[in-house]
């Protein structure tokens, strides 16, 4: 057992490491490695879609689900109305299932590594053995864990770390929280009843693909009246490596419930998968409450906009409860395209939809996310703050889209959504959508564009801050109200990738 | 004048009973204060005299001279002769100082069958009034409040309580913002207005206001209820003391 | 007043303007409900395809008293058809400005309007494709091209009137020479189904002054199209007030090619019935540096009328020092009403400070209390605070008169 490993790892029990090596002969569900899976074949077909509920080991019903969602998307076509321009995705030049990485094409040491990378990495105080494993370094994940290829390993660690550190303390309280391939065999029940019910798998061209080819992702189930007593997924830091392509969430909070979900994917992946579409759906029965922060900080590409994930997202809440709540907030800063679009149905009568956004595209990134708020239920409330940051060349907008019913009497939407352009290659752009349907709701919508204030950075400069500094500081106060509604461990880090992003972008 | 009975209001947005089983009664002529902390129910009080919406009468009665007034929507209750200076005057861009207040007592007044006043009438009556109260043509022709200064805005409440000349006056913390000699304008005004037919209902946080406009009784009020009534002399008490002296003193 | 007569006698330039509209139509398509910027509206409302065929007309069968009412300045479209009378006595009236009704002018070979119809659409067209607009360049006959070398004293009127139910395509084109100063108010109390575009072309440091009002008799559906092109520290104000129970559409479009300009747009609509929409969408480029715009819309809807502001601010990567303001506000009186907006932004330069701001939902309670409280019945606090919702685009018009008169129009549509 390693310590660097362990250490990499803090907040992890060692404990929960000896039980992942325990386990791995055992484990059946997930990502049983098995040594031709990362060979499966580029392209996508009928076949790569039963192979993969195949491996999944999936039901009958799972395989049916996705073919009919596979067949739906060869009937559609891809969205051209963001402003977002990148090549033209070949579908079939891609891996849907496991690692397109051999050993072979993996950097042999962090010499091998991009250096812009590693100066990331070292920002965000990462120590330097998990540098290496972040970097698919050959020889990181045997050096440090002592276990099997590292694929095995996070996702086994993932689903093990939940499933013995907390397994005993959530299992009392009832709550289901484990992978959502393991959900599909252990509680198909439950997955069926609400899977596809808040996005369709009709839905849209990324969705329909992600039904189609999921790989595997999170499912949570929190019982009546219970309040989850901890942030679920501090401990997904590193699986996303593997599901994280198309990655499927499911979250169910029942009646009077609440929890917080993170998906942090803080140290950034060097990730050779262009293509990332990952579908989310929260479910919010009566007076339950879902809080879910994401920190997205793929690799954006290189200076000179190489490389880069594609990043195109669908994720929706449905309020379906009376004063049900969600709460999405969300820090993207990487991604070398990012279509994201965190949205809510508020069905439930008096149910609340809030969405914070710090969106920061710098050099070549390309950003077009924001929210749909669609008001259905009476008296409801929803509340967007988005934060927009152009630098470089990057393009950045704001999309958003608030709908109040004619039958959703007294309801309230307010929108604030500001934009910082820094340097004058870049652009900033806002596109919202407002339709107020009855006249006892009320809509408030406000939007501003503007540099960093000169004053402010003088101000900055005088007091001896080095601009870079001073430029992150005026930012970080830009996006204020947006970093305080992350949980407490993720605003600092959060702060510190803001800051991060920016780097490069002055003078 | 005013006889409130046992009146229980309740606020509908938040559902809850404010006002539990308040009484008090001033005949014509005379000045009361409500005193009383925070929360008290003061403006809520105020705001159910006046018939805001949203303020549910779940039992009591209000009378004024005389009928019940609880059916009345607010502009005939102002009609029957209540005026409230509101605590925050509203702002309403678009909407002229003068062509407001004209509008406003030609309603009143076509309503009780009097002679509506013309334009160049109208200005003149207003032009009088206004120079009591130092507010001069400028403030008059801008928009209703908008961007007025905190002592403007009360200022422009006591000349529309000139002109409407009501018969029940309610001063809703009318102090709250005011400097000192904004404080003695303001007072000035009141008690030029002060006549044997008219009464006053001054609610108010402090006792300052009261050294410029002596009440006949104070009232103290904690949690929707008088605890205490007295003589001008309650409302030093209460500078001296504090609320929590006196709401101590009523739970012995 | 036949029309295949009329366009053999067209001139080249013309004639190739007419077939460059036809082809490019016949290339885009009229809109579909799907296309991004008929999302709010249907296309189908103002879907004109033929051009009115009416027979000789007898103007002076006007009503001496209706004329007598008229501004001193004025030509009036009867039935989609210039009445000559009116034009012939603008033209004597009118020394500042070169006047000819459309047909004179571009069967004129040498006219100065020669080389700039149709190059304000096109700019136009870069944003997004104006199909009603194609229609329009290759379809009309009607229009005056106006001249401007001197600031006219007043105001000159265009008045639409007429009682047959036809659809009906005009096109004027002003030129705005340097240090003049032009204004122009439209009246539609016609019945016909208006397609009007007017392209205009201001030179260093003119002033286009526009007002349009759109009557509340008016049932049919209206589009008007209004292309500008600004050259450096010109000035442009235009005004559109609707007021009807049919549904307009007004696309205009400020192309900002000079530095220094200042543009303000303002629409006021005001919808009482069920087939009423007001539809305002603009779009602002700014192309050069230290331009000033502002947009400003305010609709008041009841009996389930719509309204649809589609606002975009265009910030080019030249145009620094941009200042753009644009603000939606809808007041909704009834249940089955709606306001549906999309006020966007667009931007490529850093050193601007654009904003922009959209409310909707009814009238303030807070207000109403306090107008209530001192006596004011319901009916008229209400009718006091519509009134003052709107008066900051009144308060826009610069002709006191105008103003006046819409504020009197407003007062009888809310009875």
Known sequence: MSNVYTEAKKGIDPGTIESVNSLKEDYKYGFSTDIEMDYAPKGISEEIVKLISKKNLEPEWMLTWRLEAYQRWTKMFEPNWPMLKYKKIDYQDQYYYAKPKSLKERPKSLADVEPALLETYAKLGIPLK????????????????????KVAVDAVFDSVSVGTTFKDELAKLGIIFCSISEAIHSYPELVRKYIGTVVPRSDNYFATLNSAVFSDGSFVYIPEGVKCPMELSTYFRINAENTGQFERTLI????????????????????TNQLHAAVVELVALDNAD?????????????????????????????????????????????????????????????????????????????????????????????????????????????????NIHPKALDSRNFTQCDSLLIGNKCGAHTVPYIENKNSSSRTEHEATTSKIDDDQLFYCLQRGIGEEDAVALIVNGFCKEVLQALPMEFALEAQKLVAISLEGSVG | MLEIKDLKVKIS?????????????????????????????????SHAICGKEGYEITGGDINLEGNSILELEAQDRAIKGIFLAFQYPLEIPGVGNLSFMRTALNSQKKARQEKELNPAEFLKLVKNKASDLSVDMEMLKRPLNVGFSGGEKKRNEILQMALLEPKLCILDETDSGLDVDAMRQVSQGVNALRSPNRSFLIITHYQRLLTHIKPDYVHIMVSGRIIKMGGPDLALQVEEKGYGHLIANQKN | MNNLDNSRKRSKWALNYQKQCQADLKKVGMPSRNAEYWKFTSPNLWETTDLISVGEKNFLENDPQYIENRPEYYVEFVDGIIDPVTLQNLKKKLKECEISDFEESVCDQFHWANKLLGKAETKARKSYERPFALLNGGKSSQGIFLNCKESPRKPIHIFYSGEIEDKVNIRHLLKINCDTEL???????????????????????????????????????????????????????????????????????????????????????????????????????????????????????????????????????????????????????????????????????????????????????????????????????????????LEEVIEEISDLEFAKFVRKEIQDTLI
């Open chain 1, 290 to 402: 879902i809080k879910y922060s994401t920190v997205q900080n793929w690799y954006p590409g290189d200076k000179n906009g190489n490389g880069g994930i594609y990043n195109f997202v669908t994720k929706r809440a449905d309020c379906r409860g009376v004063r049900s709540k969600v709460m999405w907030t969300q820090i993207e800063t990487g991604s070398a395209v990012t279509w994201k679009y965190p949205s809510c149905i508020l069905r439930g009568d008096y149910s609340q939809g809030e969405f914070y956004s710090v969106a920061i595209a710098n050099n070549y990134q390309q950003a077009d996310t924001g929210t749909k708020m669609t008001h259905l239920g009476r008296g409801t409330r929803s509340r967007i703050v988005s934060k927009g940051i152009s630098a470089g060349k990057a393009q950045n907008t704001y999309r958003g889209l608030v």
């Open chain 2, 13 to 45: 947005e938040v559902d809850k009973e404010i006002i539990q089983g308040f009484n008090l009664k001033i005949n014509p002529g005379e000045v009361h204060a409500i005193m009383g902390p925070n929360g008290s129910g003061k403006s809520t009080l």
């Open chain 3, 183 to 389: 204004h122009i108010i439209e009246h539609f109390s016609g019945n016909a189904k208006y397609n009007v575009v007017t392209e205009g072309f201001l030179d260093p440091n003119s002033t286009l002054n526009h007002n349009r009002l759109v009557s509340r008799f008016l049932k049919n559906s209206i589009i008007t199209h209004l292309f500008v092109n600004c050259m450096e520290s010109s000035v442009v104000k235009t005004i559109g007030i609707t007021l009807n129970n049919g549904a307009v559409r007004n696309e205009t479009f400020l192309n900002l090619e000079g530095s220094q300009c200042d543009v303000t747009l303002a629409g006021l609509g005001l919808g009482c019935s069920q087939s009423s929409i007001c539809d305002n969408t603009v779009f602002v480029a700014h192309l050069e540096n230290s331009c000033k715009s502002r947009q400003i819309i305010k609709n008041v809807l009841t009996q389930g009328a719509k309204a649809v502001f589609q606002g975009k601010i265009y910030v080019d990567p030249k145009a620094q020092k941009t200042d753009g303001y644009q603000m939606s506000n809808g007041l909704i009186l009834d249940e089955k009403s709606n306001f549906l907006v999309k006020p966007e932004l667009e931007i490529y330069a850093d050193d601007v400070i654009c904003s922009h701001g959209s409310t909707s939902g009814s009238l303030n309670t807070e207000h109403l209390f306090y107008l209530k409280s001192r006596g004011i019945s319901t009916n008229e606090a209400r009718k006091i605070l519509v009134e003052a919702f």
């Open chain 1, 252 to 271: 169910i909070a029942d009646k009077d419930s609440q929890v917080s979900y993170l998906e942090g994917c803080t140290a950034p992946m060097r990730d």
């Open chain 1, 130 to 149: 998990e540098q290496e494993f972040l970097a698919g370094v050959v020889g990181a994940e045997y050096a440090s864990a002592d276990v099997k290829p």
